[in-house]
């Protein structure tokens, strides 16, 4: 399971950290909370850099431009994960654009308070570490991907990256709920939703993967691999 997304890592209760008041009191109408409609930008490229947040329920899209202008995602991030986390290695102002996919509920710390948590738990400076160096890690190998593995092959790795970031077992199945669509995951592989839908049906015609809108379950891990 993704070491990003759970609420709690080596005993640190990331929704208490980031939305406190939320948690105590149920209150929604704080300086630490945010909702953010479907299809509104949390923020675009050169804006400033100064706060980390934490996805309290929907989906965000991460990614930037190419000098012609194409859209690239770089990661679709769900309730339970942290983005804006580069502000706190120095980034003055954004390099990505965060694009909320449906209405989002997002907690929000100023990158400062964040840096004094640091001082006084070093656990959670250690997370926040571990989670820029794994991102930065998956960016290095979907670059690797994209030059040296076939569209069906990046596929099937991403469908497996899936149930280790964010799958449960379930018998001696793996499940991942809130399935991405057709185009996020083209997008996120490099392909076109045409491929997609040709390797996800032809995997789920030999009961590999079996999957509708709302969640993938494989059924057999090794033939996937």
């Given at each position: 399971m993704s070491d990003s997304q759970l609420?709690?890592?080596e005993n640190i209760n990331l929704q208490f950290v980031f939305c406190p008041k939320k948690v105590d009191r149920g209150d929604l109408e704080t300086v630490d909370h945010l909702s953010f409609a479907a299809h509104q930008y949390v923020y675009l490229?050169?804006?400033p850099a100064q706060k980390i947040y934490l996805i309290n329920g929907g989906r965000i899209k991460i990614g930037t431009y190419g000098e012609d202008g194409k859209e690239i995602t770089k990661a679709i991030l769900t309730t339970g994960?942290?983005?804006g986390e580069m502000a706190l290695i120095g980034q003055e102002s954004r390099r990505d654009f965060a694009y909320a996919?449906?209405?989002t509920d997002?907690?929000?710390l100023?990158?400062?308070?964040l840096h004094k948590m640091f001082r006084e738990r070093g656990e959670l400076q250690t997370y926040f570490l571990q989670l820029i160096g794994n991102r930065t890690l998956r960016l290095e190998k979907r670059l690797e991907n994209l030059m040296f593995k076939s569209s069906r092959t990046r596929i099937t790795d991403f469908l497996r990256e899936l149930i280790d970031t964010r799958g449960r077992k379930v018998g001696y199945e793996h499940e991942v709920r809130n399935m991405?669509?057709?185009k996020e995951i083209a997008d996120l592989t490099g392909t076109s939703r045409?491929?997609?839908n040709s390797v996800l049906n032809e995997l789920r015609r030999d009961e590999v993967i079996s999957f509708d809108r709302k969640r993938m379950l494989v059924r057999d891990l090794d033939r996937l691999q």
């Open positions: 609420w709690f890592l490229p050169e804006e994960e942290v983005f996919l449906e209405d997002l907690c929000v100023e990158k400062g308070d991405l669509t057709h045409q491929t997609v």
